[in-house]
């Protein structure tokens, strides 16, 4: 064992400290996050630093280039896209300017690849170290739209989840174990909150635990959800967490019937949405305000793309005060890495997206400045009986 005094010796001998050790294993890990969740796109997606450097290129876009990550890496963007490409100008924006950068139907040419249109969408990561490039490719034929798909398959989703619950688990049951430590000695007024952070804590492993097996899609347990109750829920953690200098409204349709889900990938989805609310008004002035609002919405239906019409009469809305959402990114706000948030990861829309997609609803949204509302549309317990599982698709 090394005593005190001398790690403190060596801490000034080779002018390193314990701090930084810290730093760089902290910055290791969110790059090893980072790498994992390109890997899982089944887009093409590539992390770019300091405007050239290609330092992570996940599986789509290897196949959309016809070039091993090694190739990739070593041509750089300067090599992989013709100097004319307004991917150069894109990145350079988002570099500058730290926020996202999207354009449609942008030209993209380089050596081994052709020529072929997409949408493309650059976004500075949380520490700036590098710009993430997701593309969206267009007209290119069924050949790439089937590879596009595969890259959604099970070793990348898996490799994902893993990361992820690696790095939760641990610190997750701390939190819990410090909750139940206080429920001991807890005041009658304290009980429920207590019992809530035990309760969110479980939730949360739960979800967890489905996330390590992402790469064989994670099951939803259809069963009947009562809306409400998880709403309050949603509204208790605002109340008592990331809203509690907010006015918190809820406009309840008490006529609502249950929904057919899953609670906790629900709930998840309700929390997401309600925290996005509250960072919209975070600088509101004269009096920050989310609303919790439900509706039942007779002929609101959609058509799958099997020619299924589906009925979603059940509508949960969550309105803001905020500044609204850029005009910018409006058309691509559920794409990863997309965020009008600084400090965003830009994760969290389309995740929301995808657990609704999942349950064979459909999620939108309106903005202008001073009110932006976030609809979710669910079909009703009734139209399915008993409880199945059910994959993502």
Same mark, same amino acid.
């Given at each position: 064992?090394?005593?005190?005094?001398?790690?403190?010796?060596?801490?000034?001998?080779?002018?390193?400290?314990?701090?930084?050790?810290?730093?760089?294993?902290?910055?290791?890990?969110?790059?090893?996050?980072?790498?994992?969740?390109?890997?899982?796109?089944?887009?093409?997606?590539?992390? /770019?630093?300091?405007? +050239?450097?290609?330092?992570?290129?996940?599986?789509?876009?290897?196949?959309?280039? %016809?070039?091993?990550?090694?190739?990739?890496?070593?041509?750089?963007?300067?090599?992989?896209?013709?100097?004319?490409?307004?991917?150069?100008?894109?990145?350079?924006?988002?570099? /500058?300017?730290?926020?996202?950068?999207?354009?449609?139907?942008?030209? %993209?040419?380089?050596?081994?690849?052709?020529?072929?249109?997409?949408?493309?969408?650059?976004?500075?990561?949380?520490?700036?170290?590098? /710009?993430?490039?997701?593309?969206?490719?267009?007209?290119?034929?069924?050949?790439?739209?089937?590879?596009?798909?595969?890259?959604?398959?099970?070793?990348?989703? $898996?490799?994902?989840?893993?990361? %992820?619950?690696?790095?939760?688990?641990?610190?997750?049951?701390?939190?819990?174990?410090?909750?139940?430590?206080?429920?001991?000695?807890?005041?009658?007024?304290?009980?429920?909150?207590?019992?809530?952070?035990?309760?969110?804590?479980?939730?949360?492993?739960?979800?967890?635990?489905?996330?390590?097996?992402?790469?064989?899609?994670?099951?939803?347990?259809?069963?009947?959800?009562?809306?409400?109750? $998880?709403?309050?829920?949603?509204?208790?953690? $605002? &109340?008592?967490?990331?809203?509690?200098?907010?006015?918190?409204?809820?406009?309840?349709?008490?006529?609502?019937?249950?929904?057919?889900?899953?609670?906790?990938?629900?709930?998840?989805?309700?929390?997401?949405?309600?925290?996005?609310?509250?960072?919209?008004?975070?600088?509101?002035?004269?009096?920050?305000?989310?609303?919790?609002?439900?509706?039942?919405?007779?002929?609101?239906?959609?058509? +799958?793309?099997?020619?299924?019409?589906?009925?979603?009469?059940?509508?949960?809305?969550?309105?803001?005060?905020?500044?609204?959402?850029?005009?910018?990114?409006?058309?691509?706000?559920? &794409?990863?890495?997309?965020?009008?948030?600084?400090?965003?990861?830009?994760?969290?829309?389309?995740? /929301?997206?995808?657990?609704?997609?999942?349950?064979?609803?459909?999620?939108?949204? &309106?903005?202008?400045?001073?009110?932006?509302?976030?609809?979710?549309?669910?079909?009703?317990?009734?139209?399915?009986?008993?409880?199945? +599982?059910?994959?993502?698709?």
């Amino acid at each position: 064992m090394i005593a005190l005094e001398s790690l403190n010796t060596t801490k000034v001998s080779v002018g390193f400290d314990a701090s930084q050790i810290k730093a760089r294993q902290t910055v290791d890990r969110e790059g090893q996050i980072a790498a994992a969740f390109l890997d899982a796109l089944p887009l093409p997606a590539l992390g /770019v630093k300091d405007g +050239t450097e290609i330092i992570l290129a996940n599986g789509a876009a290897q196949d959309l280039f %016809l070039k091993s990550i090694r190739s990739i890496k070593t041509n750089g963007i300067l090599g992989l896209f013709s100097q004319d490409s307004p991917i150069h100008d894109l990145l350079e924006r988002a570099r /500058v300017t730290s926020s996202p950068v999207s354009a449609r139907d942008m030209k %993209l040419g380089g050596a081994g690849f052709g020529d072929f249109m997409c949408d493309i969408t650059a976004s500075p990561s949380e520490d700036g170290s590098f /710009v993430a490039v997701v593309l969206r490719p267009r007209g290119r034929g069924r050949d790439l739209s089937e590879r596009m798909q595969d890259m959604a398959g099970a070793r990348s989703m $898996a490799a994902l989840g893993r990361t %992820l619950a690696h790095e939760v688990k641990n610190p997750l049951a701390g939190i819990r174990g410090a909750a139940q430590l206080l429920l001991r000695d807890a005041d009658p007024g304290e009980l429920e909150l207590v019992n809530l952070i035990v309760e969110e804590t479980d939730r949360v492993r739960r979800l967890i635990d489905r996330m390590e097996s992402f790469g064989a899609d994670p099951p939803i347990e259809f069963a009947s959800v009562n809306v409400h109750a $998880a709403l309050e829920r949603v509204a208790a953690l $605002a &109340e008592n967490g990331f809203a509690r200098d907010h006015v918190v409204k809820r406009l309840f349709d008490p006529s609502l019937p249950e929904a057919l889900g899953d609670e906790d990938q629900l709930i998840q989805v309700f929390l997401n949405l309600a925290k996005n609310a509250a960072e919209a008004t975070h600088t509101h002035q004269g009096g920050a305000e989310i609303i919790l609002a439900t509706a039942y919405r007779h002929g609101v239906r959609i058509r +799958t793309a099997s020619g299924e019409t589906r009925d979603l009469p059940l509508e949960i809305a969550f309105y803001d005060n905020g500044r609204g959402v850029s005009d910018d990114v409006k058309d691509c706000l559920f &794409e990863p890495f997309v965020s009008t948030k600084p400090s965003s990861g830009g994760l969290g829309l389309p995740l /929301v997206q995808k657990i609704v997609n999942a349950h064979g609803g459909v999620v939108d949204f &309106e903005s202008e400045p001073g009110r932006t509302v976030f609809r979710v549309r669910l079909p009703v317990s009734t139209q399915r009986a008993g409880p199945l +599982t059910a994959h993502y698709p």
